[in-house]
């Protein structure tokens, strides 16, 4: 089966502020994306960046069998919020937007304002078949993209500039805290037993400490010589697969030219053995010169009628 995450890059019906402006661009969204998740074929795939559940409706049309959605109930201030996209029915687990105590809450721009909750909420769901089962949350974390006052993506300075990554770079910390929480409570006692995946676009590579916090205890990663030898904090670990998708394949995004990994699947020790591939894209060797990302900059409405989306899909294959 395959397990993977995709920002699908403001999916709106067309006529809003942030969605295509027109019919024509809208629906040739929809089909690029419908490509790709056919090609995928995924038996769960978290998503980010739902503006319109009615767009998701739409995209559900176009897609070769049946898929269930199941969204979150926590959007952001734009109306974007997390799902699952599934060919076997899923049970919530849990849907969450709160930061968990005794973190207090961060401050969100020059004026003082604070919030004790995540910027998009997190969405856990489980399923269970003949042959597997499975429990995945799925999570948005706080943009690297910096927004000022008055809509503006240009800081008047650079302290202004500084402070507001500082403000972004701790929602994405806290929100990164909300995740590895509620990824405690899914494992429950020991992640040698449950098979529990976490999914999403966390704006920050492998080796940022946004992402890191959601390894838990480290020394056993893929690739290390750690990663063998069985330890007490196998029961608690999460493992990203970052280190199994072919080089050429590691990113799922392309920033001012640069190629990013910042969209993650990490998995708990029962699943680590099950994973037979990993990779971004279309699972095949010419996925990337097939459908090569676009560079993209600061200016999200430059991208308003571009088709597809500015991420790759991330994915992991599993043996039942």
């Known amino acids: 089966m395959l397990v993977g995450t995709w920002n699908l890059e403001n999916l709106y019906r067309p006529g809003g502020p942030f969605g295509p402006r027109d019919k024509a661009a809208y629906e040739a969204k929809l089909a690029s994306l419908a490509a790709t998740i056919n090609q995928l074929h995924p038996t769960l795939l978290g998503i980010q960046e739902i503006g319109d559940p009615e767009a998701l409706d739409d995209l559900v049309q176009l897609l070769d069998g049946r898929y269930f959605v199941t969204l979150s109930q926590f959007p952001d201030e734009r109306g974007i919020r997390v ?180 969209d993650h699947v990490f998995v708990t020790h029962a699943l680590t053995g099950r994973i037979t591939r990993a990779g971004t894209g279309i699972p095949h060797e010419a996925a990337a010169e097939l459908h090569p990302l676009p560079s993209i900059g600061d200016t999200p409405a430059e991208r308003r009628d571009a088709p597809g989306s500015d991420h790759a899909p991330v994915w992991i294959q599993l043996t039942p």
Do not use: M
């Open 83 to 262: 799902g699952v996209l599934s060919d076997v029915a899923v049970s919530i687990v849990a849907d969450t937007p709160a930061l968990p105590a005794p973190l207090h809450p961060v401050q969100l721009d020059d004026s003082g304002r604070t919030s004790d909750r995540t910027g998009r909420g997190v969405l856990a769901v489980s399923f269970s078949t003949r042959v597997t089962w499975l429990t995945a949350a799925v999570c948005h974390l706080k943009s690297k993209l910096l927004s000022y006052p008055g809509g503006r993506f240009s800081p008047r300075d650079e302290g202004e500039r500084a402070r507001y990554a500082t403000y972004a770079l701790q929602r994405r910390a806290a929100e990164a805290t909300a995740v590895r929480t509620l990824a405690d409570v899914l494992i429950g006692e020991d992640g040698r037993r449950e098979r529990v995946v976490v999914l999403g676009d966390f704006n920050d590579e492998p080796h940022a400490a946004t992402t890191q916090i959601l390894q838990g205890p480290p020394g056993s990663e893929i690739g290390t010589p750690g990663f063998e030898r069985p330890d007490k904090g196998d029961a608690k670990r999460l493992w990203n697969v970052a280190p199994l998708i072919p080089e050429d394949q590691r990113f799922s995004r392309v920033y001012a030219g640069r190629r990013e990994l910042i």
